[in-house]
């Protein structure tokens, strides 16, 4: 069986050859959709380790004492407090997040005096988020930098659950 353009030249001599070019890009087909989407899992939001769990459990705890109608933390909330601005009280500078780690999470950013940034986003940098110890001394000090404050435990899961989702 020969295959035939609109022109009536032939492209294929026989059926057998035919099929077996269909089975061959149906096979390229599913694989380029496989690699995709292998690809894609890897770049998505990124799980909690152990003990990062126990910590996020422990703000969660926090943030439902503080407010019982809590009902749990949010990507779209740590991304507007990432991206919020606030003027310094004393310095008189706008402040945020996004001044020393830039407003893609998933890029190196760099501190006020150049020292360089790796990226917030745990998808990107896969040891992001996985000591509570570095967690909590990082808090402490960008929160009081950027909000003249410690930052408060649903800000906090609100944020990780942020960083997590890129």
């Known amino acids: 069986m020969t295959a035939l353009w609109d022109d009536g030249k032939a492209f294929v001599k026989n059926k057998e050859a035919f099929i077996r070019m269909k089975r061959s890009v149906y096979a390229v087909a599913v694989l380029a959709a496989a690699v995709f989407a292998a690809a894609a899992a890897s770049r998505a939001g990124v799980g909690p380790n152990q003990e990062m769990q126990s910590l996020l459990d422990g703000y969660q705890a926090e943030a439902r004492k503080a407010d019982p109608g809590f009902k749990g933390f949010s990507a779209e909330e740590g991304k507007a407090f990432f991206n919020s601005k606030r003027l310094h009280s004393v310095r008189k500078e706008e402040r945020s997040c ?15 005096v150049g020292k360089p940034i790796e990226p917030m986003a745990a998808s990107v940098n896969k040891e992001r988020f996985t000591d509570p110890k570095k967690v909590e001394k990082w808090f402490k000090r960008n929160c009081e930098w950027v909000l003249e404050r410690e930052c408060t435990p649903k800000e906090k899961g609100n944020y990780i659950h942020y960083m997590l989702s890129l």
């Not at 996004?98 to 006020?112: E, L, S």
């Open 98 to 112: 996004t001044v020393c780690h830039t407003a893609d999470p998933k890029r190196m950013g760099k501190t006020t």
